[in-house]
C-alpha cells in the first residue's frame, strides 16, 4: 500500500503561515505533541474502562528522545494509535473553518499560543522545527495495520505501510538546521520541565543517576553506588487534582516547595473546587508578602487538564489575587485566544469573580475562627486585602468586615470595632469623626503623645498601600476624615471649637509674626501665631494632610497625580503665642537677639520633624553650641 496526497486546506500552505506567526515560541512543540501523546494514552484508558478495549494496557508512558547524531526527537506513546484511514481524517484534514479569515485575523499577532490548540495546529508546530516528520503507528483495534505516514513541510504526505508492532503512535521529527538548539537534552529536559511537570501520564525522558545503598564496607559504614534510573519528568497526580479532604497541612506545604522549591512557607492557602458553570480546580496560597510592593518571582499558573499553559494569569485572575501564587487548572478558560477575547469571555468573567469570592470567604473564615492567628498574620495579609478593597468593589464588601487597623499600641480593630472605640471624643465641631494616623511612629513621636495626653487614639498606616487605602476609606466611611497626627497641632487636627485665650495683644502677635518671617525667610514656610496651651510646643512645623497625601501617593506612583509633576514642599509654622517664649522673644531688646530667639527655636522644630540636614543642621548645632557657651 503507498498512497500520495494533497493535506487539505483553504490556503495554499498552512506551514509558511505557522513558521511566521509562531516564530517566537518555538518550543511549545513540545507541548503539543507531548499532549497529543498524553491524550492518546488517556483515550486508551478510557476504551478500556468502557470495555471497548478489552486488551492489556500495559504501561502507559510518554517517552522522548533525542538522538543528535540522526538530529532527530522522537515522541513515543502507547496510546490508542491511529489507523491510515484516521491519519488522513485526523491529520491530513486541516480542515478548519474558514482558513483565509485566520491568516487575515493573526496577521499581525505574535503570539504562538494563541493560534496553536484554537485551529487544531498542534501537530503542525511540530513542522517549527523540524523539516520532515514521520508518524508511525499500530491502532489499537482489532486487526488494524501498522501505517507510517510521511510529510516535508510541504502539502504533499505520503502514507505507507509502517512496521510498529505494538499499539501506540511514534513522532519523529528530523530537526532542520536552525533548530538544532533543541537536540541539546538539557533544553528538552528544561522545556519539558515546563510544560509537563504535572501531565497525568508519565513522560519519560532518558535515565538519570540515582545513588543507592550497596551494602557495608569492613568498617561496618554504608556503601552507595551510583546506577541509573528513569527520568520521569512528572508528577503525575499533583495535589489539585486530589480531594481536600483527604489532605493535610503537610501536602499542601510540600505541594508549594514542588511548584516554587526554595521558597518560604506561605501563610495559608484555598484549595479551589467547581464543575459549575465552568469547571475549575487549583490551590491558591497567600504568601508572606511583607510591607512592599516587590516583584513577585512566583507567579500563578495556569493549567489546561494539567497541561501548563502560561504564568500570565492577568486576565484571568482579578489584579490583587495575582499576589498569590499557586495554580488553577481550568478546561473553560479559552487559552488560546487573544487577550482582549479573554477580557470580554463569559467564563473569564465568572472565573474571576468566584475566585474573588473563595478568597474573600476564606479570610472571612480566618478572621471569624481565629482571630488571634488572624491579627498575627495581618502584617503579612494586609496589603493584600486593601490592595484588594481599593481594586474590587465586590472584594470591599467582603473585607470590610475583616479588615484590621493597628493603633500605636498595637491594638487590631475591625472598622467596626475603630468607630466604637473612638466614639464621641474624636468628633469636631461638625460631627467629623477624625480618624489620626501616623506613619512612623518613632518620628512622629512628640505629635503622637501630645494626641495620647488628650485622650486620642492613634492608628499606625506605614506601608505603601497605605495611602491610597486611607484616600479610599476615606471615600467609603461615612463623616469621617483621616488625618495624619503631625498635619497639623492637635487642637487644630480635632477642631472642637474651644476658643482658647490669647495671652499677647494682636500688635504683639502681628509683631511676633514678623520676627519669624524675617528669621525664617523661606517661602516654603507660612508662619501663623496661634493660641494654644502654654504647655504645647512654642513652634511647631507641619505639612498639610492634603499636601502630604498627595506626596505620599506620588511616591507610591498612583492616584493620578503623577501629570502634576513632582510637588513643591509646603509647610506650616505654628508660632504658640501663649508659650513664654513668645514672651521672652518679644521682650529681648534687640532685633537681632529676636530673630536668633525665633530662629533657635524654629530649627528645634525642624529638628524634631527630622526636617533639619546638611548646612542648616551644622549651623544650628555651632549656634546651639556658641549658646552653651555664654
Ligand atoms: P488536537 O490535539 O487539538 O485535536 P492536533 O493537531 O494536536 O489537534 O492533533 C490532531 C489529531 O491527531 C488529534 O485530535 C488526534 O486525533 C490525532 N493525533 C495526534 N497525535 C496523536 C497520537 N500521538 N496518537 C493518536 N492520535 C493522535
Ligand atoms: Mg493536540
Request: aromatic fraction near 10%; glycine fraction near 6%; charge should be negative.
Amino acid at each position: 500500500m503507498q498512497e500520495k496526497g494533497t493535506i487539505s486546506i483553504h490556503t495554499e500552505n498552512i506551514f509558511p503561515i505557522i513558521k511566521k506567526f509562531l516564530y517566537s515560541d518555538h518550543e511549545i512543540f513540545l507541548r503539543e505533541l507531548v499532549s497529543n501523546a498524553v491524550d492518546a494514552s488517556q483515550k486508551i484508558k478510557r476504551l478500556a474502562a468502557l470495555g471497548e478495549y478489552t486488551g492489556d494496557l500495559g504501561q502507559l508512558q510518554v517517552e522522548v528522545s533525542v538522538n543528535k547524531k540522526k538530529k532527530t526527537i522522537t515522541i513515543s506513546d502507547s496510546g490508542l494509535g491511529m489507523t491510515a484511514e484516521e491519519i488522513k481524517k485526523y491529520i491530513n484534514q486541516i480542515a478548519f473553518s474558514g482558513a483565509s479569515e485566520f491568516v487575515e485575523k493573526f496577521k499581525d499577532a505574535g503570539d504562538a499560543k494563541e493560534i496553536i490548540g484554537k485551529f487544531g495546529l498542534g501537530f503542525y508546530s511540530a513542522f517549527m522545527v523540524a523539516d520532515n516528520v514521520e508518524i508511525d503507528t499500530l491502532s489499537y483495534q482489532e486487526g488494524a495495520e501498522p501505517a507510517k505516514w510521511i510529510c516535508d513541510g510541504s502539502t504533499e504526505f505520503e502514507i505507507t505501510e509502517g512496521k510498529r508492532k505494538t499499539r501506540g503512535t511514534t513522532i519523529t521529527l528530523h530537526v532542520n538546521k536552525d533548530s538544532e538548539e533543541f537536540l541539546e537534552e538539557s533544553r528538552i529536559q528544561n522545556i519539558l520541565t515546563k510544560y509537563a511537570k504535572f501531565l497525568p501520564i508519565e513522560v519519560k525522558f532518558g535515565e538519570k543517576d540515582k545513588s543507592v545503598e550497596d551494602g557495608e564496607d569492613k568498617d561496618g559504614k554504608k556503601k552507595w553506588k551510583t546506577v541509573k534510573e528513569d527520568n520521569i519528568i512528572n508528577n503525575t497526580t499533583p495535589l489539585w487534582t486530589k480531594a481536600p479532604a483527604d489532605l493535610t497541612d503537610e501536602d499542601y506545604l510540600k505541594f508549594y516547595k514542588e511548584l516554587y522549591p526554595f521558597s518560604e512557607d506561605p501563610l495559608f492557602w484555598i484549595h479551589l473546587n467547581v464543575d459549575y458553570p465552568f469547571e475549575l480546580t487549583g490551590i491558591l496560597y497567600f504568601p508572606k508578602i511583607k510591607n512592599d510592593f516587590e516583584i513577585q518571582k512566583n507567579k500563578i499558573q495556569l493549567y489546561s487538564r494539567q497541561v501548563f499553559i502560561t504564568d500570565e494569569v492577568k486576565d484571568v485572575v482579578p489584579e490583587f489575587l495575582m499576589l498569590l501564587h499557586g495554580v488553577i487548572d481550568s478546561p473553560d478558560i479559552p487559552l488560546n485566544v487573544s487577550r482582549s477575547y479573554l477580557q470580554s469571555d463569559g467564563n473569564v468573567k465568572k472565573i474571576n469573580a468566584y475566585i474573588t469570592k473563595k478568597v474573600g470567604e476564606k479570610l472571612g473564615d480566618l478572621f471569624k475562627k481565629e482571630r488571634e492567628s488572624y491579627e498575627k498574620k495581618w502584617d503579612d495579609i494586609g496589603l493584600f486585602v486593601k490592595y484588594g478593597m481599593i481594586s474590587e468593589e465586590k472584594f470591599y464588601d467582603k473585607a470590610k468586615d475583616f479588615v484590621l487597623v493597628k493603633n500605636t499600641e498595637k491594638k487590631c480593630f475591625t472598622l467596626k470595632e475603630y468607630e466604637t472605640h473612638i466614639e464621641s471624643n474624636q468628633v469636631d465641631k461638625d460631627k467629623n469623626k477624625i480618624w489620626l494616623y501616623a506613619t512612623n511612629p518613632a518620628k512622629q513621636d512628640a505629635f503622637i503623645s501630645s494626641a495620647i495626653d488628650k485622650g486620642y487614639d492613634v492608628l499606625v498606616f506605614d506601608t505603601p498601600i497605605d495611602s491610597h487605602f486611607i484616600n479610599h476609606m476615606e471615600m467609603k466611611l461615612e463623616n469621617t476624615q483621616i488625618k495624619r497626627v503631625d498635619a497639623d497641632n492637635i487642637d487644630k487636627l480635632i477642631d472642637k471649637d474651644e476658643k482658647r485665650e490669647m495671652v499677647i495683644t494682636d500688635e504683639q502677635k502681628e509683631s511676633l509674626k514678623g520676627i519669624f518671617d524675617t528669621a525664617i525667610a523661606n517661602k516654603t514656610y507660612t508662619v501663623a501665631v496661634e493660641a494654644l496651651a502654654p504647655s504645647d510646643a512654642p513652634v511647631s512645623v507641619t505639612m498639610p494632610e492634603f499636601m502630604r497625601r498627595m506626596k505620599d501617593m506620588q511616591a507610591t506612583g498612583g492616584g493620578g497625580f503623577n501629570m502634576f509633576g513632582s510637588m513643591p514642599d509646603s509647610y506650616n509654622v505654628t508660632v504658640n503665642g501663649n508659650h513664654k517664649l513668645a514672651d521672652k522673644i518679644l521682650n529681648a531688646s534687640e532685633t537681632e537677639a529676636k530673630e536668633g530667639l525665633a530662629k533657635q527655636a524654629f530649627d528645634l522644630a525642624l529638628l524634631s520633624q527630622g526636617l533639619l540636614e546638611g548646612k542648616a543642621l551644622t549651623d544650628f548645632i555651632k549656634r546651639s553650641t556658641a549658646i552653651l557657651g555664654e
